[in-house]
């Protein structure tokens, strides 16, 4: 079964513009996304499905494909137009927010086995459970209420279901009756073509959520509950907080475990003259080959051996990890 995984990418976002393409990490927000969503073994391929030609040139230096769409109300419609121009063996398409650098790979997996499982279902979606009292009742916050088989029975930015004789705090404790919506979607190819056709609906209209159309068309929504959800990328506070989470992170990579010395033991490793050198020849096997090798691996229909695609893998992501607006010393 053929399942493509679609990333829509609007240059001018509301609340924070051009976020897709901001790089204070040295990278692009896109790519985070864009090699997360790669990792996932269900995925055919990844397309960013992008408003702008500012998109091309970015997503084409990290490896990725970047196809323009037309102007469009929602993202759903901008995969619709992918898969219908792009991808006629497409049967699974996988609406990707861009926003969320950090999604876990093994989710998409999950909500792609979720609608293959179900048989009956026309699309699939994501919950965890809501574990702080304040997203109960937040707006922001979507919750979902699900059946005993795991349809989806509605959607709503209200706190559902209503706690009448219970203390919701005791609730939340005992039983974890909330569900919170994780906005990552997988469609079958027809009813995405059916779906993008049809009008907003009521419910849609006042909730302002989208998938209450297909709820309301009579569509089956199966929902798959998994631990966690990653966190999306809204505003310049949501922004630099992941920055500080990322450069935590290559701190950490970087470090360099030595023998206690006079008490140090675990020094930051800077990068001198001669490793950035050493950097920059890496940097050039690995675009020159090792990329290469790895698109053919993502995007060939042959499973390829272990044995053979880790080392490419970890050529073209670990290889080529420096950043440099933390170890470079001069």
């Known amino acids: 079964m053929n399942v493509y995984g679609i990333i829509p990418a609007r240059l001018n976002s509301t609340r924070l513009p051009r976020k897709l393409l901001l790089c204070d990490t040295g990278r692009p927000l896109i790519e985070y996304t864009w090699r997360a969503a790669s990792r996932a073994r269900s995925l055919k391929q990844v397309i960013v499905a992008a408003d702008s030609h500012e998109f091309v040139p970015v997503v084409n230096a990290f490896g990725g494909r970047c196809e323009l769409t037309g102007e469009h109300p929602s993202g759903t419609d901008r995969v619709a137009e992918i898969a219908r121009r792009y991808c006629p063996d497409g049967e699974i398409f996988v609406n990707i927010q861009g926003d969320e650098p950090e999604i876990n790979p093994e989710n998409i997996d999950a909500l792609v086995r979720t609608l293959k499982e179900c048989p009956e279902a026309e699309m699939a979606t994501l919950a965890c459970p809501i574990v702080h009292l304040d997203q109960v009742n937040a707006s922001s916050c979507v919750k979902v209420v699900v059946g005993r088989d795991g349809r989806a029975l509605y959607f709503s930015r209200a706190a559902i279901p209503f706690c009448r004789d219970r203390d919701p705090a005791e609730a939340l404790i005992t039983d974890q009756p909330w569900l919170l919506h994780v906005g990552l979607y997988a469609y079958r190819s027809d009813f995405l073509m059916k779906l993008t056709k049809m009008p907003p609906s009521r419910l849609e209209q006042l909730e302002k959520l989208e998938q209450l159309r297909a709820l309301e068309a009579g569509g089956r929504i199966q929902v798959g509950i998994i631990d966690h959800h990653s966190v999306g990328i809204d505003t ?59 698109n053919v691996i993502l995007f060939s229909d042959f499973q390829w051996p272990s044995i053979f695609s880790w080392p490419v893998e970890w050529w073209v992501h670990w290889a080529k990890a420096w950043p440099p607006h933390q170890l470079v010393q001069s």
Do not use: I, M
Request: proline fraction near 7%; charged fraction near 25%; charge should be positive.
């Open 236 to 294: 310049p506070d949501d922004y630099a907080h992941f920055v500080q989470r990322e450069r935590a992170r290559w701190t950490l990579a970087t470090q360099k475990v030595s023998p206690n010395r006079g008490g140090q033991g675990n020094r930051p490793r800077f990068l001198t003259a001669n490793r950035r050198k050493g950097f920059a020849a890496r940097c050039v096997v690995s675009d020159l080959v090792f990329q290469p090798l790895w």
